[in-house]
Every structure is written in C-alpha cells, then in structure tokens.
Nanobody, 115 residues
Framework: QVRLVESGGGLVQPGGSLRLACAAS????????MGWYRQAPGKQRELVAG???????NYADSVKGRFTISRDGDKSTVYLQMNSLKPEDTAVYYC?????????WGQGTQVTVSS
C-alpha cells in the first residue's frame, strides 16, 4: 500500500507560479512512474506531466515550457513547478503513483488562476 499526501495548491493571479508536492509513504520501494493529472469542472481528467524512475519526463502540450515535473533523491516525492499560470490551468490537480502493478491517486489539490 502506498499513501499519498498532496500540498501546494491555492489561488494565484495569471502569470504567477505555484509548486505542488506529492509525498509518498508506505511501500515506496517499487514506485515506478509518478505523475500529475488535472480535472477542470465539466471536463475529463487529463495528464499534465509524468516522470519515470529513470527521470524521463513527458508533458501535455498545453503546459510544455511552463510546467516542470521533478522527483526528489529517494524518488518518493514528486513536484510540479507551475509557472506562467493561465486561467485555463484552473483545476483540481491529482498525483498518480504507479508502484508494481498498482496505481494510487492523491486526494487532489485545487489550483485556481484568477485575477
């Protein structure tokens, strides 16, 4: 079992920055891919960014050049640095961790971009 705790959401003005964090605990020894998804009201959940245990990253086209995903040294915490935020980035952001054959989701953190 892997437990996830997300932090870092909030209200920010357009053009601002936020940093999300997702800390994993429990059976973290076999964590492979970690990632961030988001879901805006009335829309489907979509992939924002992912990072493998080897450090390979991928991003949604809509966030390339603005968001950066990273993992800490022991690979149990994943971060999402979000810069140049836009109103269309407003959503609930969820952390996803793949460990072995199981996927685990965080509780979600609200990001609101508004003036």
């Amino acid at each position: 079992q892997v437990r996830l705790v997300e932090s870092g959401g909030g209200l920010v003005q357009p053009g601002g920055s936020l940093r999300l964090a997702c800390a994993a605990s429990g059976r973290t020894f076999n964590i492979n891919v970690m990632g961030w998804y988001r879901q805006a009201p009335g829309k489907q959940r979509e992939l924002v960014a992912g990072i493998s245990s080897g450090g390979r990253t991928n991003y949604a086209d809509s966030v390339k050049g603005r968001f950066t995903i990273s993992r800490d040294g022991d690979k149990s915490t994943v971060y999402l640095q979000m810069n140049s935020l836009k109103p269309e980035d407003t959503a609930v952001y969820y952390c996803l961790v793949n460990a072995g054959t199981d996927d685990y989701w965080g509780q979600g953190t609200q990001v609101t971009v508004s003036s």
